[in-house]
């Protein structure tokens, strides 16, 4: 029995990634959770954070750990197949940093000019993935 499965991570813009993996771990709606070879099928809601995976060649040899900010999403898996669906999805590399930290000083000064519960909860949302966008950034490099 192989100790691999076939994992599809998809931005809304772009496959981030399509191979074979022995384990990803990424955040849910229920805390964070690891998926391996032969996991049960289901399906999860994904929230805003780091996702972390190993991929291995066809033989599953020559493993190598990949880091990536994700927004939210969902996950399926099937038989096998693990199908991971988000907004965006970014490695390290990709991610700016002096952009993310003025997209944070933006959210937090928004935050504190509570005009209204709606534009308090977006300005909540961007600080967490600027500050999520940081943090992967610079774990990562």
């Not at 990949?66 to 390290?92: F, M, Q």
């Amino acid at each position: 029995m192989s100790n691999t499965f076939n994992l599809e991570i998809m931005a809304s813009n772009r496959s981030f990634y399509s191979g074979p993996a022995t384990i990803i771990n990424l955040p849910t709606t229920e805390g964070r959770v690891g998926v391996m070879a032969h996991h049960a099928n289901t399906v999860m809601a994904v929230v805003p954070g780091e996702i972390d995976f190993v991929m291995c060649n066809e033989k599953g040899s020559g493993q190598e750990r990949k880091y990536a900010a994700v927004s939210g999403g969902i996950i399926r898996i099937e038989n096998n197949d693990v199908l991971l669906l988000v907004d965006t999805c970014e490695s390290p590399e990709e991610i700016d940093i002096e952009r993310a930290k003025r997209a944070e000083a933006e959210a937090r000064e928004a935050m504190l000019q509570k005009k209204s519960k709606q534009e308090y909860l977006s300005a909540r949302a961007q600080l967490s993935r600027a500050m999520n966008r940081i943090a992967v950034a610079k774990k990562k490099r």
